[in-house]
């Protein structure tokens, strides 16, 4: 019979496989939901001192004989990680101190620490200082508010006296929708596993019947394209603000898609959208662009032929040079006074800020960012006028306040970098980790995409990113496949990982509905 070929038992074999494996995955999500979690673990607890009690049969014999309390001295080092699924800012930490977790080292007293990083987090030690809480007294050693990415871990080198190694070893405090936790021991070397025996043997099998099937399919088929592949050329535009979420998209599409070809220029929303429309116009049908908008465009006359479909809701943030701390950051009222040119100096606002000028960069008018920021914290358009060209020499003079315009989200964080007293906007996950700058809470709320999600802020600067497109652009091109490209896990997994939230998943659906332009 033929409907029991190999390949067709293989197909079914492993589509019962994937139902009952889904099952249980959602099962698993419903019952245990993502969660932000800190790890710990003991790498090495070892006796250096000369005490010979408990029977150390590693000691160092005399390293500390003329050293008063120091005989049974020890050294711990202590691994903390982010074991969890999600990164951890230091806002996270729930604890009423100015550090975020306390180490507890039983029966011994601390002399001593050392912090090591990994090479490629050179960011985590510049939070390990007097001023953050970091310290120790007695027992106690006090840890910032370290934030973490998913996987990001440092390391605590702690020369301990007066106990017996193997004394118990604790970490204390707190996270937000989360816990603190001991791991396994381990050596220095190890790393915890990713997946349990059970999530590992599903996988396994999976990949196994999966390979099988795609090597029937393959040995008995003519190399067709995966059914959303579409062969092409396309040019996407727009946004500068969501141009690393589609630059990073439309490189896996062309790795897993020969045939297709996609080029990322970014200027602006406006200037973006207005390319598209011109293009159109010329044209008998849809051509094969795409202008992304950070919020909807206005539908003059030259754009009423254009379609346009929500992607994603993004986050926006205030920055400010480094050397402005506003601590809780400013109300709305406040930003409106700085942009109306009210507030010329930064210590009109708090005697305890600098005396430097306020200095406004700000994208030009061509920008999808600026304008939801007019939208949503202004209430109207930016009304000083551009004084500056370069933003450091004042070509007007009698204007009260410096503002000047750059083309690009990327120019305006360096230039608030590098500029004393300068506040600019940028979309959030650029501005993360920009050194130079400070992120600014708005009426006492973060920027983060996952209160906004999970609807426990109503953080006002965000706004819903559009696909536009003129026309509906035909079935099986390259445009109206990568649109689909959007919207599949692949799609929504990238526009996370860039802190923006996806529109195709039904708890962010009615995020994008509601966007008020």
Not at 313 to 340: C, H, K, M, P
Request: a neutral charge; aromatic letters at 6%; glycine letters at 10%.
């Amino acid at each position: 019979m033929q409907w029991l070929s190999p390949e067709n038992i293989v197909a079914v074999g492993t589509a019962v496989l994937g139902i009952v494996a889904s099952g249980v995955m959602v099962w698993y999500e419903r019952r245990v939901p993502r969660r932000k979690r800190i790890g710990y673990r003991v790498q090495m607890d070892n006796p250096i001192g000369d005490d010979v009690r408990s029977g150390r049969a590693n000691r160092r014999l005399g390293l500390f004989d003329e050293t008063p309390g120091m005989v049974d001295a020890t050294l711990v080092l202590l691994r903390i990680e982010n074991d969890g699924s999600q990164g951890i800012d230091r806002d996270d930490y729930t604890g009423p101190e100015r550090h975020g977790l306390t180490a507890v080292f039983t029966d011994r007293t601390i002399r001593g620490v050392s912090v090591t990083q990994p090479t490629d987090t050179d960011h985590l030690m510049d939070h390990f200082t007097a001023d953050r809480g970091f310290g120790y007294e007695g027992n106690r050693l006090q840890i910032p508010r370290v934030p973490l990415n998913r996987g990001d871990h440092f390391k605590l080198l702690v020369l301990l006296a007066g106990g017996d190694v193997g004394r118990d070893i604790r970490l204390i405090g707190g996270i937000r929708d989360g816990e603190v936790h001991p791991n396994r021991s381990a050596t220095p070397d190890d790393k915890p596993p990713l997946f349990s025996r059970a999530a590992r043997l599903i996988s396994i099998t999976l990949t196994l019947s999966v390979l099988t099937l795609a090597g029937i399919v393959i040995a008995r088929d003519d190399h067709p394209l995966p059914i959303e592949c579409a062969r092409g050329t396309l040019t996407v535009t727009g946004s500068t603000a969501f141009a690393p979420v589609v630059q990073e998209l439309a490189k896996e599409y062309q790795d897993k898609c020969p045939g297709s070809d996609i080029t990322v220029d970014a200027h602006g929303s406006e200037a973006g959208v207005g390319e598209l429309t011109a293009l159109g116009s010329r044209s008998k049908g849809s051509p094969a662009m795409i202008a992304f908008s950070d919020g909807p465009t206005p539908r003059a006359d030259g754009a009423r032929e254009l379609v346009g479909s929500p992607v994603a809701v993004s986050a926006f943030t205030l920055v400010v040079n480094e050397g402005i701390d506003l601590g809780r950051g400013l109300s709305l009222t406040d930003v409106r006074r700085i942009y109306r040119g009210q507030i010329t100096r930064w210590r009109q606002l708090d005697a305890r800020l600098p005396d430097l000028p306020v200095v406004l960069v700000s994208r030009n008018a061509d920008s999808g960012t600026r304008q939801i920021f007019q939208r949503r914290v202004l209430g109207s358009w930016e009304r000083a006028p551009s004084t500056s060209l370069d933003c450091v020499h004042q070509d007007d003079g009698s204007a009260p306040v410096m503002r000047c315009e750059l083309d690009s989200t990327q120019k305006v964080l360096d230039a608030v970098a590098g500029i004393p007293g300068a506040i600019g906007y940028s979309e959030v996950n650029l501005a993360t980790g920009h050194k130079g700058l400070r992120r600014v809470s708005l009426d006492g709320a973060a920027a983060s995409v996952q209160d906004i999600e999970h609807r426990r802020s109503n953080y006002p600067y965000r706004g819903v990113e559009y696909a536009y497109t003129y026309r509906r652009p035909p079935i099986g091109s390259l445009t109206a496949g990568f649109l689909a490209y959007l919207s599949q896990s692949t799609g929504e997994n990238v526009i996370r990982t860039h802190r923006h939230l996806p529109c195709s998943a039904a708890a962010v659906l009615p995020l994008c509905a509601d966007d008020d332009g």
